[in-house]
Protein backbone atom coordinates (compact mmCIF):
# COMPACT_ATOMS: atom_id res chain seq x y z
CA UNK A 1 0.00 0.00 0.00
CA UNK A 2 1.31 2.92 -1.21
CA UNK A 3 0.91 6.11 1.43
CA UNK A 4 1.96 9.19 0.65
CA UNK A 5 1.48 12.38 3.34
CA UNK A 6 4.15 14.30 2.59
CA UNK A 7 5.08 15.39 -1.13
CA UNK A 8 8.21 16.81 -1.05
CA UNK A 9 11.07 15.56 0.69
CA UNK A 10 14.28 17.61 -0.66
CA UNK A 11 15.83 14.38 -1.48
CA UNK A 12 16.13 15.20 -5.35
CA UNK A 13 17.46 18.66 -4.99
CA UNK A 14 20.91 17.68 -6.05
CA UNK A 15 19.26 16.16 -9.45
CA UNK A 16 18.98 12.71 -7.81
CA UNK A 17 15.84 10.15 -7.58
CA UNK A 18 15.15 7.05 -5.57
CA UNK A 19 14.61 3.80 -7.57
CA UNK A 20 11.93 0.76 -6.76
CA UNK A 21 14.46 -0.64 -4.87
CA UNK A 22 15.83 2.12 -2.64
CA UNK A 23 18.87 3.21 -4.80
CA UNK A 24 19.37 6.68 -6.12
CA UNK A 25 20.29 7.74 -9.57
CA UNK A 26 20.39 10.57 -11.80
CA UNK A 27 17.17 11.96 -12.67
CA UNK A 28 18.52 12.36 -16.34
CA UNK A 29 19.20 8.59 -16.40
CA UNK A 30 17.69 6.50 -19.17
CA UNK A 31 16.13 4.23 -16.52
CA UNK A 32 14.47 7.45 -15.31
CA UNK A 33 14.22 8.90 -18.81
CA UNK A 34 11.95 5.41 -19.84
CA UNK A 35 9.46 5.51 -16.84
CA UNK A 36 9.24 9.40 -17.08
CA UNK A 37 7.93 9.45 -20.57
CA UNK A 38 5.64 6.21 -19.37
CA UNK A 39 4.14 8.58 -16.86
CA UNK A 40 3.79 11.43 -19.43
CA UNK A 41 1.96 8.90 -21.86
CA UNK A 42 -0.25 8.06 -18.56
CA UNK A 43 -1.31 12.09 -18.30
CA UNK A 44 -1.98 11.87 -22.04
CA UNK A 45 -4.93 9.37 -21.37
CA UNK A 46 -5.93 11.16 -19.30
CA UNK A 47 -6.75 13.90 -21.64
CA UNK A 48 -7.64 11.26 -23.84
CA UNK A 49 -9.92 10.44 -20.92
CA UNK A 50 -12.02 13.75 -20.94
CA UNK A 51 -13.82 12.74 -24.41
CA UNK A 52 -14.60 9.30 -23.86
CA UNK A 53 -17.22 7.47 -21.97
CA UNK A 54 -19.05 4.27 -21.28
CA UNK A 55 -16.38 1.76 -23.24
CA UNK A 56 -13.96 3.67 -24.25
CA UNK A 57 -13.25 5.34 -20.82
CA UNK A 58 -12.86 1.78 -19.17
CA UNK A 59 -10.45 0.57 -21.56
CA UNK A 60 -8.26 3.63 -21.31
CA UNK A 61 -8.80 3.44 -17.33
CA UNK A 62 -7.43 -0.07 -17.23
CA UNK A 63 -4.49 1.43 -19.94
CA UNK A 64 -4.00 4.05 -17.35
CA UNK A 65 -3.79 1.16 -14.29
CA UNK A 66 -1.60 -0.72 -16.83
CA UNK A 67 0.76 2.15 -17.24
CA UNK A 68 1.11 2.51 -13.35
CA UNK A 69 2.31 -0.70 -13.37
CA UNK A 70 4.55 -0.40 -16.31
CA UNK A 71 6.44 2.52 -14.55
CA UNK A 72 6.61 -0.04 -10.88
CA UNK A 73 8.30 -2.02 -13.50
CA UNK A 74 11.03 0.31 -15.14
CA UNK A 75 11.72 2.32 -11.66
CA UNK A 76 12.58 -1.33 -10.60
CA UNK A 77 15.68 -2.70 -11.94
CA UNK A 78 17.73 -6.00 -11.05
CA UNK A 79 14.81 -7.92 -13.16
CA UNK A 80 16.82 -10.97 -13.92
CA UNK A 81 16.77 -11.28 -9.23
CA UNK A 82 13.54 -10.98 -8.83
CA UNK A 83 13.21 -14.84 -7.33
CA UNK A 84 15.71 -13.65 -4.36
CA UNK A 85 13.52 -10.32 -3.83
CA UNK A 86 12.12 -9.77 -0.13
CA UNK A 87 9.27 -8.40 -1.62
CA UNK A 88 7.56 -9.75 -4.72
CA UNK A 89 8.03 -7.02 -7.63
CA UNK A 90 5.35 -5.63 -9.72
CA UNK A 91 5.94 -6.52 -13.54
CA UNK A 92 4.04 -6.17 -16.24
CA UNK A 93 3.16 -9.98 -17.59
CA UNK A 94 1.92 -11.55 -21.20
CA UNK A 95 -1.96 -11.58 -20.10
CA UNK A 96 -1.47 -7.53 -20.17
CA UNK A 97 0.36 -7.69 -23.60
CA UNK A 98 -2.62 -10.78 -24.82
CA UNK A 99 -5.39 -8.20 -23.65
CA UNK A 100 -4.35 -5.29 -25.58
CA UNK A 101 -4.57 -7.61 -28.89
CA UNK A 102 -7.70 -9.13 -28.08
CA UNK A 103 -9.23 -5.82 -27.65
CA UNK A 104 -7.31 -4.43 -30.85
CA UNK A 105 -8.66 -7.23 -32.73
CA UNK A 106 -12.27 -6.62 -31.29
CA UNK A 107 -11.76 -2.76 -32.41
CA UNK A 108 -10.27 -3.45 -35.70
CA UNK A 109 -12.80 -6.01 -36.91
CA UNK A 110 -15.34 -3.15 -37.49
CA UNK A 111 -12.64 -1.06 -39.51
CA UNK A 112 -12.26 -1.32 -43.06
CA UNK A 113 -8.77 -1.52 -44.39
CA UNK A 114 -7.11 1.35 -44.57
CA UNK A 115 -5.75 2.97 -48.23
CA UNK A 116 -3.64 5.77 -46.85
CA UNK A 117 -2.06 6.83 -43.85
CA UNK A 118 -4.08 8.42 -41.32
CA UNK A 119 -3.02 12.30 -40.12
CA UNK A 120 -3.63 12.57 -36.57
CA UNK A 121 -6.99 14.36 -36.16
CA UNK A 122 -10.84 13.66 -36.16
CA UNK A 123 -12.85 13.40 -33.20
CA UNK A 124 -11.44 15.10 -30.10
CA UNK A 125 -11.11 11.90 -28.34
CA UNK A 126 -9.36 10.39 -32.15
CA UNK A 127 -6.98 13.35 -31.61
CA UNK A 128 -6.03 12.77 -28.34
CA UNK A 129 -5.74 9.04 -28.89
CA UNK A 130 -2.89 9.72 -31.68
CA UNK A 131 -1.11 11.67 -29.29
CA UNK A 132 -0.95 9.54 -26.60
CA UNK A 133 0.34 6.70 -29.54
CA UNK A 134 3.41 9.37 -29.94
CA UNK A 135 4.32 9.50 -26.85
CA UNK A 136 3.74 5.35 -26.58
CA UNK A 137 6.23 5.40 -29.49
CA UNK A 138 9.03 7.21 -27.46
CA UNK A 139 8.26 5.60 -24.33
CA UNK A 140 9.18 2.29 -26.13
CA UNK A 141 12.10 3.88 -27.76
CA UNK A 142 13.17 5.30 -24.22
CA UNK A 143 12.59 1.45 -23.00
CA UNK A 144 14.20 0.36 -25.81
CA UNK A 145 17.79 1.70 -25.54
CA UNK A 146 17.55 1.12 -21.13
CA UNK A 147 17.09 -2.73 -22.53
CA UNK A 148 20.52 -1.76 -24.33
CA UNK A 149 22.06 -0.89 -21.42
CA UNK A 150 20.52 -2.72 -18.40
CA UNK A 151 18.58 -5.73 -18.21
CA UNK A 152 15.04 -4.56 -18.54
CA UNK A 153 11.49 -7.14 -18.40
CA UNK A 154 11.06 -8.05 -22.20
CA UNK A 155 7.01 -8.19 -21.53
CA UNK A 156 7.70 -4.11 -20.50
CA UNK A 157 8.96 -3.53 -25.05
CA UNK A 158 6.11 -5.90 -25.70
CA UNK A 159 2.97 -4.28 -23.59
CA UNK A 160 4.71 -0.66 -24.99
CA UNK A 161 4.51 -1.82 -29.18
CA UNK A 162 1.31 -3.26 -28.57
CA UNK A 163 0.06 -0.10 -26.78
CA UNK A 164 1.36 2.23 -29.34
CA UNK A 165 -0.66 -0.40 -32.17
CA UNK A 166 -3.80 -0.09 -29.87
CA UNK A 167 -3.88 3.71 -29.75
CA UNK A 168 -3.75 3.73 -33.39
CA UNK A 169 -7.20 1.29 -33.94
CA UNK A 170 -8.82 3.03 -31.14
CA UNK A 171 -8.47 6.64 -33.01
CA UNK A 172 -9.92 5.00 -36.44
CA UNK A 173 -12.66 3.39 -33.82
CA UNK A 174 -13.45 6.56 -32.42
CA UNK A 175 -13.53 8.58 -35.70
CA UNK A 176 -16.65 6.50 -35.98
CA UNK A 177 -15.20 3.31 -36.92
CA UNK A 178 -12.82 4.90 -39.47
CA UNK A 179 -15.23 7.07 -41.86
CA UNK A 180 -14.44 9.78 -39.88
CA UNK A 181 -10.61 9.04 -40.21
CA UNK A 182 -8.44 12.28 -41.64
CA UNK A 183 -6.54 10.60 -44.65
CA UNK A 184 -3.14 11.68 -46.52
CA UNK A 185 -3.23 12.63 -49.38
CA UNK A 186 0.14 12.74 -50.45
CA UNK A 187 2.15 15.75 -52.37
CA UNK A 188 -1.22 17.63 -51.64
CA UNK A 189 -0.03 21.25 -51.32
CA UNK A 190 2.80 20.77 -54.18
Known amino acids: MVVLNRIYTRTGDKGTTALGDGSR ?10 YGTVDELNSTVGLARLNAAGAADEALERVQNDLFDLGAD ?45 LP ?45 WFFVAARFANDSGRGDVLWVPGANR
Not at 75 to 96: G, H, I, M, S
Not at 128 to 144: D, G, Q, Y
Open 25 to 34: VRKDGLRVAA
Open 121 to 165: GGTPLAAHLHLSRTVCRRAERCTVTLAEAETVNPEAVRYLNRLSD
Open 74 to 118: LCTPDFENDAAAKYPRLRVVADQVTRLEREIDAMNADLKPLRSFV
